[in-house]
């Protein structure tokens, strides 16, 4: 006791000793700051960018989601049915550079080339269908996929069933690779994505209830000149011939979770790279706390390139605070 009474009177001497140099209290500052957004960002909660459509319609490609850590750090695990924010299980960090292991286990967002600062791994939202000790199985029944859970069909009323279409996005600024010795940062590079969105048939183009799009983004179908659509509950097979949505019987192990996404034609989970191990777990997916229809990966690039349709096209105002 002696001793921690000790060392805490040595850090409020020293943070409150006077005539300290500008440069110190800087340096003082910028610690405090670091240490709270470190101690924040890992035990209470964070901000999470939705990158992918995988859990449309609940989700939406540019959500910035809420997600609670406190929850499964000291009070429980995560439950059926509910969606978890965790670290891309395939991503492998560069454990042979210290600066960049750390950049990337706890910054991330965007790579920094001149530093040799790498992005972290993309956070992901999935929905936890089976948890530990449960037996959990997917087949194709009439063409359709369905998933079983210690024996008896699973209900899913979260399930995306309107079908997606596939549409070529730009993104980016600049139009050329590197500015003399500096190479652009790729999320700066002018390009085309190919994405796919949930699409409602019954609705055109310009009054979709989820993303703007226009037909002249659509990729077409060669053999019928219109559209390409996937339909959201059809079977999904791999180049090689197997079809993801037939699995197990699988007990899941301690530890482990099966996730799968909301809309899984477009989801890549559990299915292809198998139980998500709870250490990667982040936190529960809170609210949004706001959303804006755009491929970029920081919200104010679509504001430059649209300053004025962004606020009535890109805002997705209705999803400002919405709970999940």
């Known amino acids: 006791m002696t001793k921690v009474k000790k060392l805490y009177n040595n850090i409020y001497a020293y943070f409150t000793k006077p005539n300290k140099s500008i440069l110190q209290e800087w340096l003082e500052a910028l610690i405090v700051v670091g240490f709270a957004f470190f101690f924040i960002k890992t035990y209470i909660g964070g901000l999470y960018h939705v990158p992918?459509?995988?859990?449309?319609?609940?989700?939406?490609?540019?959500?910035?989601?809420?997600?609670?850590?406190?929850?499964?750090?000291?009070?429980?695990?995560?439950?059926?049915?509910?969606?978890?924010?965790?670290?891309?299980?395939?991503?492998?960090?560069?454990?042979?550079?210290?600066?960049?292991?750390?950049?990337?286990?706890?910054?991330?967002?965007?790579?920094?080339?001149?530093?040799?600062?790498?992005?972290?791994?993309?956070?992901?939202?999935?929905?936890?269908?089976?948890i530990p000790g449960d037996t959990v199985e997917g087949r194709v029944e009439n063409d359709e996929t369905v998933i079983y859970l210690n024996g008896k069909q699973l209900e899913e009323p979260?399930?995306?069933?309107?079908?997606?279409?596939?549409?070529?996005?730009?993104?980016?600024?600049?139009?050329?690779?590197?500015?003399?010795?500096?190479?652009?940062?790729?999320?700066?590079?002018?390009?085309?994505?190919?994405?796919?969105?949930?699409?409602?048939?019954?609705?055109?183009?310009?009054?979709?209830?989820?993303?703007?799009?226009?037909?002249?983004?659509?990729?077409?179908?060669?053999y019928t000149l219109e559209p390409l659509l996937l339909l959201a509950k059809s079977p999904t097979r791999l180049p090689y011939g197997r079809v993801v949505d037939n699995f197990g019987p699988f007990v899941i192990p301690e530890g482990k979770y099966w996730v799968m996404g909301d809309s899984r034609k477009n989801s890549e989970d559990s299915r292809f790279w198998g139980f998500l191990d709870e250490s990667l777990v982040q936190g529960k997916a809170s609210f949004i706390l706001y959303s804006v229809d755009s491929e970029e990966p920081v919200w104010f690039f679509e504001w430059f390139k649209r300053p004025f349709s962004f606020w009535t096209k890109c805002v997705r105002w209705t999803r400002i605070f919405k709970g999940l």
């Open 158 to 222: 979260y399930l995306n069933i309107l079908p997606l279409i596939a549409l070529n996005k730009k993104v980016g600024f600049l139009n050329f690779d590197s500015f003399g010795p500096i190479r652009i940062p790729e999320f700066l590079r002018g390009r085309v994505r190919q994405v796919t969105y949930t699409y409602d048939p019954k609705v055109d183009f310009e009054h979709q209830p989820y993303y703007n799009m226009s037909k002249d983004e659509a990729v077409i179908n060669p």
């Open 52 to 130: 992918t459509g995988s859990a449309e319609p609940n989700l939406l490609v540019g959500d910035r989601v809420v997600g609670n850590k406190i929850v499964y750090q000291f009070l429980r695990r995560p439950k059926r049915g509910e969606l978890v924010m965790f670290d891309d299980p395939k991503f492998q960090y560069d454990i042979n550079n210290k600066l960049n292991y750390l950049w990337q286990k706890y910054i991330g967002i965007i790579s920094i080339p001149i530093l040799g600062l790498e992005e972290g791994p993309v956070n992901v939202v999935k929905r936890v269908v089976g």
